[in-house]
Nanobody, 122 residues
Framework: VQLQASGGGLEQAGGSLGLSCAAS????????MGWFRQAPGKVREFVAA????????YYADSVKGRFTISRDNAKNTVYLRMNSLKPEDTAVYYC????????????????WGQGTLVTVSS
């Protein structure tokens, strides 16, 4: 599976951005998909994940209620809608695909996209 993230950019605090992650491969629908982020000087952290069916979603406490993850298996794409952005959301955002394991754990993810930068100004 190859992943290509897009949609990052510069936004003011309180604004919104949407990220997309397009996947290649016919088995996309069988993967748990996740979004992670890494701020400068910090470790990569879990943001959100969605099961293969889309029936279950998971969020980090820091983004719960502000971010929404979704997927379209027909388009092999996973999305992250980010509302009420804060300066602390500034990071490189990565999408990733997992064949199983803990949805919040980096080691559960087998494939990673290249990352897209989100910058939130105060």
């Amino acid at each position: 599976v190859q992943l290509q993230a897009s949609g990052g950019g510069l936004e003011q605090a309180g604004g919104s951005l949407g990220l997309s992650c397009a996947a290649s491969g016919r088995t996309f629908s069988s993967y748990v998909m996740g979004w992670f982020r890494q701020a400068p000087g910090k470790v990569r952290e879990f943001v959100a994940a969605i099961t293969w069916s889309g029936d279950s979603t998971y969020y980090a406490d820091s983004v719960k209620g502000r971010f929404t993850i979704s997927r379209d298996n027909a388009k092999n794409t996973v999305y992250l809608r980010m509302n009420s952005l804060k300066p602390e959301d500034t990071a490189v955002y990565y999408c990733a695909a997992s064949r199983g394991g803990l949805v919040r754990g980096l080691r559960s993810y087998d494939y990673w996209g290249q990352g897209t930068l989100v910058t939130v100004s105060s």
